[in-house]
């Protein structure tokens, strides 16, 4: 009579631990998806290049939040300044670097001062419009 009182408590258990399994399978997609919803998606890098007195590519569409990295790679100083002075880097000399996170919607031309023949546009565009703005990220002060 004991080795059948322990074979049914070991049933039990064994039925309870398959349902709770059940409940755990059913429910694992739902948690899943809510924590993809609340996951905070990380800012997006696009790179220009300056390169033989010319900002590449010289214009480009992001969404908000995009952080806008500039690399000069020729052998000469070059500036990146916003046409409305919103951002502006110091002379960046060969393969240094500016960045700007551009966090609301609108057109940001800008141009290098040292030569303003060099001239470029970002795009932000999201599915809300506000003012157009943009923030400073990294990059040394000018």
């Known amino acids: 009579m004991v080795g059948c009182l322990a074979v049914s408590r070991r049933l ?12 755990f399978a059913a429910f694992w997609p739902a948690l899943a998806s809510a924590q ?9 890098e696009v790179i220009v290049t300056i390169d033989n007195f010319s900002f590449n590519p010289p214009e ?4 908000p939040g995009t952080v806008v990295t500039w690399v000069n790679r020729d052998d000469i100083p070059h500036t990146v300044v916003a046409a409305g002075k919103s951002f502006r880097s110091r002379a960046l000399d060969t ?11 609108g057109d940001f031309v ?12 970002v795009k932000v565009r999201g599915a809300a419009e506000a ?5 400073r990220a990294t990059g040394p002060a000018p």
């Open 12 to 23: 039990r258990f064994a039925r309870r631990l398959a349902l709770l399994g059940l409940a």
């Open 36 to 44: 993809q919803a609340h996951a905070v998606p990380l800012p997006r």
């Open 60 to 63: 480009l569409t992001v969404p």
């Open 95 to 105: 393969d240094d670097r500016f960045s700007i996170t551009f966090a609301s919607v």
């Open 110 to 121: 800008y141009f290098c001062s040292l030569h303003p023949h060099m001239t470029g546009t």
């Open 131 to 135: 003012p157009a703005a943009a923030s």
